[in-house]
């Protein structure tokens, strides 16, 4: 199915909890039907940010926090569409300087004024990619599930270097502080790349495929990722070095991504329960706080002592 490029959905107002309520049923889901959020410490320092307007790699910035400042009012309509190439699910358009950037399954990155969507230029690979791209100063790095890291150049898609790094469904993180890009391989192998040239400063085998894409610590000096041993591993940013393994809890971390806030991290799992009755039991767990109350401040009020209850009397 061939997945259109900057849609904006906007779902109507539910009456009960089990529909779409907004953001009360989206956390109540994740919270009390045991996503697998796990919250660890890292250290806290302010990181750069990227300009208003950019969205240069998977959730923005090397935290993965997905926040922007800027502000998009209603009414919400298309400013473009389009339709040509089928994109992965998981994958974000990333944005710089004016320029958008989508790799597709059937092997091209494309290159979009990110205002008008007039193409700019396109560079086929010939292998799937199936995740974000990442953009750092004039270049644009990707990977393919053929096993390949990409640059180009973002103004005109010429290849800057090419870096065999093992098959990846997962997008760069890109480090600015060290001018590095991070990527992650199904082979379970993490490796460092200078940006410049593709040359690697490291590569750390972690012993299990990794589908998550890697995040980087507030002071810049860790890099955070998943495997599918279902472990939360934390890296020195410099040297690769473990610095710790925490096992966590699910089936799989794959399409997820840390998150990192302050002096936190948090991991998100596929949990091990079959989906619908993750549903049965997140709305029973919701309805114990009675009928909804349309203050969503006083609703979430009375449902979440009902969450947290739920989660202390059954972690795993």
């Not at 806290?44 to 997905?66: I, K, M, S, V, Y």
């Not at 005109?156 to 790094?165: A, E, F, I």
């Not at 894409?213 to 041993?229: C, I, M, R």
Request: proline share 8%; hydrophobic share 40%; with cysteine.
């Amino acid at each position: 199915m061939r997945k259109p490029i900057l849609t904006l959905r906007f779902g109507g107002p539910s009456s009960f909890r089990g529909g779409s309520v907004a953001l009360r049923w989206l956390f109540g889901l994740a919270s009390s039907l045991l996503l697998g959020f796990s919250v660890l410490r890292a250290p806290p320092e302010a990181p750069p940010r990227p300009a208003p307007g950019d969205w240069p790699q998977l959730g923005r910035d090397a935290q993965r926090t997905n926040y922007s400042p800027q502000q998009v009012d209603p009414p919400y309509c298309y400013t473009w569409k389009w339709y040509e190439a089928p994109f992965a699910s998981r994958a974000q358009p990333v944005v710089a300087s004016g320029r958008l950037f989508i790799g597709s399954m059937d092997g091209v990155m494309y290159a979009r004024d990110a205002s008008t969507g007039a193409p700019l230029w396109s560079y086929a690979v010939n292998s799937p990619i199936r995740h974000s791209a990442g953009v750092m100063s004039d270049t644009v790095v990707f990977s393919t599930q053929e096993g390949y890291t990409y640059a180009l150049d973002a103004a005109t898609g010429s290849l800057r270097w090419q870096v065999y790094t093992g098959p990846s469904s997962t997008a760069p993180l890109m480090d600015e502080s060290r001018g590095w890009v991070y990527v992650a391989s199904e082979n379970g192998k993490l490796t460092a790349l200078r940006l410049t040239d593709g040359a690697r400063q490291w590569e750390r085998d972690l012993g299990a495929p990794i589908l998550t894409s890697p995040a980087l610590s507030v002071d810049k000096q860790t890099v955070f990722v998943g495997t599918e041993a279902i472990q939360a591993v934390a890296l020195d940013a410099t040297t690769g070095t473990i610095r710790w393994v925490t096992k966590l809890q699910g089936q799989s971390l794959a399409d997820r991504y840390p998150v990192v806030v302050s002096d936190t991290v948090v991991f998100r799992s596929q949990p091990i329960y079959s989906f619908h009755l993750l549903l049965h039991e997140g709305d029973d767990v919701m309805d114990r706080a009675g009928p909804l109350n349309p203050d969503w401040a006083t609703d979430w009020a009375n449902v979440k002592p009902h969450i947290l209850n739920y989660l202390t009397a059954q972690p795993s």
